[in-house]
Every structure is written in C-alpha cells, then in structure tokens.
C-alpha cells in the first residue's frame, strides 16, 4: 500500500487523496502516510474506527450509511456518533452508499461534510413537484420567472 501510494502521489501530485480501508493494516499505513499525503480512510463501521481515523490523521472518514443501515440498523445513527467523536477536529465525514434523496439530506443533517452519491439521486434533489406546481402557477398568473 505504501508503494502504490507513493507511485500515485509522485504521478499526480498534492491534489490526490489516498482512500485506505479501515483496517489494522490499513490504519498503520494511514499513520505513516498522513504526513505527507492526503488520506482517506474508508469503510468506517463504527464510531471507534472514526476516532482511530483522526489520530492517524487522516483527513476523511468514509461511512457507507445504506450499507450500514442494512448491516448495523442505521447509518444515519453512525454517521451522528462520527460527527460526535469527531468534532472539533478537522476531520470530515464522507458519506457513500447514499440511496435516495431523503437520505441524502438526513445524512447531512446527522453530520456528514460531503457527499459522494449517484447521478441519478443528485437528479432528484434538484426537483420537487411541489416547486414544478408554483413555477406553472405563477406563469399562469403572470408572475415572472422566465427560463
């Protein structure tokens, strides 16, 4: 890991972020990194793991919240225990495994920083039918929104 990391942060520079897996193995490797290159540690299951992440210095903690609900019962409850083990650090949660627009936003309200979810579900937060309705409305009446 170590290696392969170098040879990636020698071909594409400051800008790379390493993603670890959040192991024993994993965690070592982050540590030893973390000084010299951005990293990332993914895979997070538990709160504990999130604070193992910070001390090795690690810059993101990745959470997969639908995996985690479907495995643990709610991801959204891990990625409120991260965000507490986590604050006040510069850490951020990373949040993947997203699967609606719902739980897109309850992610960000339990504390995630970012996202990374489909194009598909960035899509369907843009809209509502309830705005499609007022925008159709206010044409009707005159009301300029013009496109």
Do not use: W
Request: charged share 15%; proline share 3%; aromatic share 4%.
């Amino acid at each position: 890991m170590v290696t392969e990391a170098k040879k990636a942060a020698a071909l594409i520079g400051d800008k790379i972020v390493l993603k670890i897996p959040a192991t024993d193995l994993g965690f070592r490797v982050t540590a030893h990194l973390s000084s010299e290159i951005t990293c990332s540690v993914t895979a997070i299951y538990s709160p504990a793991q999130a604070a193992i992440a910070k001390e090795t210095g690690a810059k993101y903690a990745i959470a997969y919240v639908n995996r985690a609900t479907r495995l643990l019962g709610d991801g959204l409850a891990l990625v409120r225990e991260m965000a507490n083990i986590l604050q006040g650090s510069e850490m951020e949660i990373l949040a993947a495994s997203i699967k609606s627009p719902q739980e897109a936003a309850a992610t960000l309200q339990a504390g995630a920083h970012h996202l990374t979810i489909p194009l598909n579900i960035l899509q369907q937060m843009t809209t509502h039918e309830l705005s499609s309705q007022t925008v159709e409305q206010f044409r009707e009446n005159g009301i300029g929104i013009n496109y």
